[in-house]
C-alpha cells in the first residue's frame, strides 16, 4: 500500500430550506496521514484524544465496515489525524470522518471505489447525503435519495463569503432532529418548497440578496429549532445589519451560518465576533474541491 493523504472539507447542510438534500463545502479539513504499519495507530494532532482501542475509533470502524463488504482483509495503518472541524456543532464532522474511514478502506484494500460509490456507502452509513454529497465533491450540492439511488446536481461558482459563528456549546442532532414534526400539512409543504425553489433558482442565477431572504424564510426545520440555537435572532438581525444576505442554522446547529458579499467575510466576521465575544467567529470560503488524495 502506498502511504497517503487525504483532506476532507467540512460541511453546511441544508443551507435553509434544503432539508436533508442541499449542502456546501466550506475550508475547513480534516486531514490524515495513512501508512501501512505493523499495528493500527491512531495519533491525533487535535483534541480529543482518540480512544484507547483502535477499534473504538470511528475512522476505524468506518473503514472495517466497507473492507468487510468487500470481503477483504483491513491492513493495520498508522494514521495521523490533524482536524480544524469542530465536532457537533453543524459543520460536518461526521460525514468528513465518514468519508476518511471509506477512503482508508479504499486505498488499502486496492477498492478502486468511484465517486458514486463512496457516495452510496457514505450516505448509507450517515443516513442523509446533505453533507456527504458537498464534502465529496465540494461546492453547493443538491441530492435526493430515490429508490435507494442518489441524484444529485454540483455547483461551484457561487460568489459569497461565509461567517460561521460557532458556540461553546455542542448539540447532537438526534436531539435536533426529535424536535421536528413528523409531517406537514400539504398547504406548508407546498410554501416550504416554494421557498426552498427560490434559493436554489436564486443562488444559481446570482441573485444572492434573493437568496438570503428566502434561505430566513425556512418552514422545514428551522423555526422549531430555533429555540436550541443560542443567540438565533440576534445573530440573523446583527449580521443583516453588518451587511449579510442572511443567515441559516448551520445543520443542525447549533453553528450559525451567515452568507455576506465576496471580499467581505473577514470584516463582517470581526464586527461579528465582537457581539458574540464567547463564540468563536471565522472568515470561511467555499471549497470547490471535496476530497482529496494525494501520494507520498
Ligand atoms: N440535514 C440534517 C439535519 C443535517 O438537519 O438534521 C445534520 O445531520
Redesign the pocket.
Known amino acids: 500500500m502506498r502511504s497517503f493523504r487525504v483532506s476532507v472539507p467540512a460541511s453546511t447542510?441544508?443551507v435553509g430550506p434544503g432539508?436533508?438534500s442541499m449542502g456546501l463545502a466550506v475550508n475547513l479539513y480534516l486531514t490524515l496521514h495513512v501508512e501501512e504499519s505493523e499495528h493500527w495507530e491512531f495519533i491525533q494532532h487535535s483534541p480529543p484524544a482518540p480512544p484507547s482501542d483502535y477499534k473504538d475509533h470511528f475512522i476505524y470502524k468506518v473503514a472495517k465496515q466497507i473492507a468487510d463488504r468487500h470481503h477483504k482483509k483491513l491492513p493495520a495503518c498508522k494514521v495521523t489525524e490533524t482536524s480544524e472541524i469542530p465536532l457537533a456543532r453543524?459543520l460536518g464532522s461526521s460525514a468528513s470522518a465518514i468519508l476518511a474511514g471509506i477512503e482508508i478502506a479504499n486505498q488499502a484494500c486496492d477498492l478502486n471505489l468511484s465517486n458514486e460509490e463512496k457516495l452510496q456507502y457514505g450516505t448509507e452509513i450517515?443516513g442523509?447525503p446533505?453533507?456527504i454529497a458537498p464534502a465529496l465533491f465540494g461546492g453547493l450540492v443538491i441530492s435526493v435519495i430515490i429508490e435507494e439511488e442518489i441524484e444529485r446536481i454540483e455547483f461551484k461558482d457561487l460568489q459569497m463569503d461565509i461567517v460561521v459563528s460557532i458556540p461553546g456549546v455542542e448539540l447532537k442532532?438526534e436531539a435536533?432532529?426529535k424536535v421536528l414534526p413528523e409531517s406537514y400539512s400539504k398547504k406548508h409543504a407546498a410554501s416550504a418548497s416554494a421557498v426552498s425553489n427560490l434559493v436554489v433558482a436564486s443562488l444559481v442565477s446570482g441573485d444572492y440578496a434573493l437568496a438570503g431572504k428566502m434561505m430566513e424564510r425556512d418552514l422545514f426545520?428551522e423555526p422549531y429549532r430555533a429555540k436550541l440555537i443560542p443567540n438565533y435572532d440576534k445573530i440573523r438581525l446583527r449580521a443583516k445589519e453588518f451587511g449579510a444576505y442572511g443567515s441559516i442554522i448551520s445543520?443542525?446547529g447549533p453553528t450559525m451560518m451567515s452568507f455576506v458579499p465576496s471580499g467581505n467575510g473577514a470584516t463582517i466576521a470581526n464586527k461579528m465576533q465582537t457581539i458574540l465575544p464567547d463564540y468563536k467567529v471565522q472568515a470561511l470560503n467555499i471549497d470547490t474541491e471535496g476530497l482529496k488524495i494525494t501520494y507520498s
Do not use: I, K, Q, S
Request: aromatic share 6%.
Open positions: 447542510a441544508n432539508f436533508d453543524g450517515e442523509h446533505d453533507n442532532t435536533a432532529r426545520h445543520g443542525a
